[in-house]
């Protein structure tokens, strides 16, 4: 919403965060939003409040509040039970409208990257996509977002000075983990799904379950990843097969996604995953800015390339120069004789 004088601008406060709840229970980074929202809100002395949506709350909640939350707004209701950003986006215009949030954040996972822009362009608000920090500037209290731009050339941090609420994403594992407070005690709010809230919205008949459910890239210790060179999906088998002997999961550069070698969702990089594990074995990645972003925090890094030169041979703690098809299979050979 445009601000047009101070007043109106004095009239929105607290930092929200819209966490993500699904039959699963909730998502880790809904955590981990409630950790930046603590230290934005203790900036502006000002509350953090999340919003959770979905069916079957009870019982969901109280971490919410253990992890920084100090109202949680709860709408509950059976239509809620599957994610359909229509209907999100129209409680949260309406839930916004009423208790007017300084800061919205919410995650850049492929419900927030769904439900976020829309809500933005609805109520007329700024959005500022992937931020990596998020700060408050001193001066004017604005709310500063900072995330890569040009290909992760330069760092762009951007103010929506003149516009209620200020509003980012964050993909998960950017922000660190906060540590629980147990025996917090704070309010629930409950607000109720109204009849204008589902108005002209798409009915979902049946919920195919996610790809991502099997994909588990954000909670693997370890992560094979193939690029280019992997040549097709056959080569994707070889690094599953690997991935399973070391018990980690496959990752992948846009290349090899864009060629339909392996699903989306095992992408990682700028317009992928971002991840952070113990251990990442690039095989035949060269090391794209594009796919370092989503990479580069990654304990200890292992690259296999027949090209010593390349940006990700250049990073890793162990480059291997030479064929991956030689060497990965050597490797499985060397690691099945200690097995
Ligand atoms: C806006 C934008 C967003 C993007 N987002 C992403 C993103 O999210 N993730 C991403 O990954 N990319 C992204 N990209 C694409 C990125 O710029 C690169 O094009 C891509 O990462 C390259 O993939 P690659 O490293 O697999 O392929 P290449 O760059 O072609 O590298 C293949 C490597 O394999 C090596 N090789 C070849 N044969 C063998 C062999 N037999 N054994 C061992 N090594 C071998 C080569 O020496 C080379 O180093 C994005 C680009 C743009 C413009």
């Given at each position: 919403m445009k601000i047009i004088d101070e007043p109106d601008?004095?009239?929105y406060r607290n930092v929200w965060t819209i966490s993500e709840c699904s039959n699963g229970g909730i998502?880790?980074?809904s955590y981990e939003l409630l950790g930046i929202a603590r230290k934005l809100a203790a900036e502006r002395g000002c509350e953090v409040w999340t919003v959770a949506m979905g069916n079957a709350l009870e019982g969901k909640l109280g971490s919410l509040i253990a992890y920084g939350a100090d109202k949680v707004i709860?709408?509950?209701d059976a239509c809620l039970r599957a994610f359909n950003d229509e209907l999100e986006c129209h409680i949260l215009?309406?839930?916004?409208n009423k208790y007017r949030p300084e800061i919205v954040l919410c995650a850049a996972t492929s419900r927030g990257r769904a439900l976020i822009p829309r809500l933005a362009g609805k109520i007329h608000a700024g959005l500022t996509a992937d931020c990596t920090g998020l700060t408050i500037d001193p001066e004017s209290g604005n709310l500063l977002q900072t995330r890569p731009a040009?290909?992760?050339n330069i760092m762009a941090t951007i103010k929506s000075a003149d516009f209620r609420p200020q509003m980012a994403t964050v993909r998960p594992k950017v922000m660190p983990m906060p540590e629980p407070g147990p025996?917090?005690?704070r309010e629930i709010i409950r607000e109720a799904v109204e009849?204008?809230?589902k108005l002209n919205i798409k009915e979902i008949l049946r919920t195919v379950e996610r790809h991502e459910a099997t994909v588990n890239l954000s909670d693997a210790r370890i992560i094979v990843a193939g690029g280019r060179a992997m040549k097709g999906p056959d080569g994707f088998r070889l690094l599953e097969a690997f991935a399973k002997?070391?018990?980690g999961a496959v990752g992948a550069s846009r290349a090899a996604v864009d060629n339909g070698w392996i699903a989306y969702p095992h992408q990682i990089g700028q317009t992928g995953a971002t991840v952070q594990t113990d251990l990442y074995i690039a095989c035949g990645i060269s090391g794209q800015i594009q796919h370092l972003v989503g990479m580069q925090s990654c304990k200890t890094i292992v690259a296999i390339d027949i090209d010593d030169t390349t940006p990700m041979m250049k990073l890793a703690d162990i480059a291997v120069k030479g064929d991956l098809f030689e060497i990965i299979p050597n490797i499985m050979k060397e690691i099945g004789k200690g097995e």
């Open positions: 601008r004095l009239s998502h880790p980074v709860s709408v509950d215009e309406r839930l916004i040009f290909g992760g025996g917090r005690t009849a204008a809230d002997q070391i018990g």
